[in-house]
């Protein structure tokens, strides 16, 4: 009695510890014909098929699947499954097919598998925002906009956005927004003023023209020392040093500069040259009314620092359409030190492909990029920054004579 209980306590203990899989490899309990036993062979390992059971003398015997065969967990079959032969319309292979794995095929960019169909992501129409994101297994979820929030755009990623709070931006509210569209703000056409682009990129193109490679302890003095006309005080530079970093320092230093002089006859013409370089810009960038979710793209595909979606958000209720690229190019540029914008650019274009962006909004940037780093415009800077520091330094070099 006590030999029974003994062996049934085994074979309990054996149970637990395969069960709880204590015991590796797994074992499974085979019936050995030569000695009329009940043996615990090793299971075969996932890329492997049983060749042949244990015996008492000898371990489980298995062996590699052959090619487009494959077993993915341990097991005791003598045969490997076949790999899915090809991947079904719309889809793609995400992994190929190895001797451990089948092959793995997934719905294209934008659809999900549904039966045996990649079906489109559903979009949310205006009123309703994304509440989840389709993925290659599953559709777009769209919930209505509660109060307070509106969508504006048929979209299968744009979430519902915040009303604009016009007393945040000193407006009064002149019609109400609901499910579909936005508060109406009084003051409208204020708005190039409130949008307060910092440093335009044609500002920053001549601006970064005058800073140079190496920057020496005093270099701000030396700049300071050297512009023409009205002086910037040693107060405001001091802030402007506190402030902002080594190269954003000779941009605010020179837009100041630019300010207190802009009724002289030299800065009169660099402002001159300065605005027909941003009507080309504009040309270039003003006619592109891109969707929130676009420029939540364009913003990400940027490299260091982001933008925040709040940042993004306020810029479309602060700015006209044509100024929303360039104000948010001017917050990474600050966001991000001493950056050069249209090198963060030029990184941005090689990564919109994978955010299925319009070909005209690429052709643009890169219009854009080529026209500001164009020998024209080198030229430009030159004789700008030339004229204006020359006159300075030709005097420096009669002195020291």
């Not at 499974?28 to 062979?41: A, V």
């Not at 079959?77 to 790999?83: A, G, I, Q, V, W």
Request: hydrophobic share 30%.
């Amino acid at each position: 009695m006590s030999k029974l209980l003994c062996c049934a306590l085994l074979f309990l203990d054996i149970s637990i510890k395969w069960t709880t899989q204590e015991i590796f490899p797994p074992k499974y309990l085979h019936y050995d014909p030569e000695t009329s036993r009940q043996l615990m062979c090793d299971k075969c390992p996932p890329g492997t098929y049983l060749k042949q059971h244990c015996t008492a003398r000898r371990k489980t015997v298995c062996a590699p699947c052959p090619d487009n065969y494959y077993t993915n967990t341990w097991h005791t079959s003598d045969e490997c499954l076949y790999c899915t032969t090809a991947c079904k319309e719309l889809q793609y292979v995400k992994q190929e097919c190895n001797r451990t794995h089948n092959r793995v095929c997934e719905c294209e960019e934008g659809r999900y598998l549904e039966v045996e169909f990649c079906l489109k992501h559903r979009s949310c129409p205006p009123g309703f925002g994304v509440l989840q994101v389709g993925t290659p297994e599953r559709n777009t979820v769209c919930k209505r906009c509660p109060d307070g929030f509106f969508s504006n755009e048929t979209s299968a990623k744009a979430p519902c956005r915040k009303h604009t709070n016009c007393s945040a931006f000193g407006l009064l509210l002149t019609q109400r927004g609901n499910a579909t569209h936005d508060n109406i703000c009084s003051g409208n056409s204020d708005m190039p003023r409130r949008c307060g682009i910092d440093v335009t990129l044609c500002e920053e193109a001549f601006f970064r023209f005058a800073v140079p490679t190496k920057f020496t302890p005093n270099w701000l003095s030396v700049l300071v020392d050297n512009l023409p006309g009205t002086k910037v005080n040693a107060e405001s530079v001091e802030r402007i040093k506190r402030r902002h970093s080594s190269q954003e320092q000779t941009f605010q230093l020179l837009k100041l500069w630019k300010h207190q002089n802009k009724d002289q006859d030299l800065v009169k013409k660099i402002i001159q040259d300065i605005d027909l370089c941003e009507n080309s810009v504009q040309r270039h960038l003003g006619h592109m009314n891109l969707t929130f979710e676009q420029l939540c793209s364009l913003m990400e595909s940027l490299p260091g620092k982001k933008v925040t979606t709040e940042d993004i958000e306020q810029t479309t209720k602060a700015c006209t359409s044509g100024e929303q690229i360039l104000k948010l190019l001017s917050l990474w540029r600050v966001k991000n030190g001493d950056q050069d914008t249209l090198k963060g650019l030029m990184h941005a274009l090689k990564h919109l492909k994978m955010y299925h962006f319009p070909k005209t909004v690429s052709q643009s940037l890169r219009k854009t990029i080529r026209f500001l780093h164009s020998f024209t415009m080198y030229r430009l800077y030159q004789k700008l920054f030339l004229e204006m520091i020359g006159n300075q330094v030709q005097s420096v070099k009669i002195s020291c004579l």
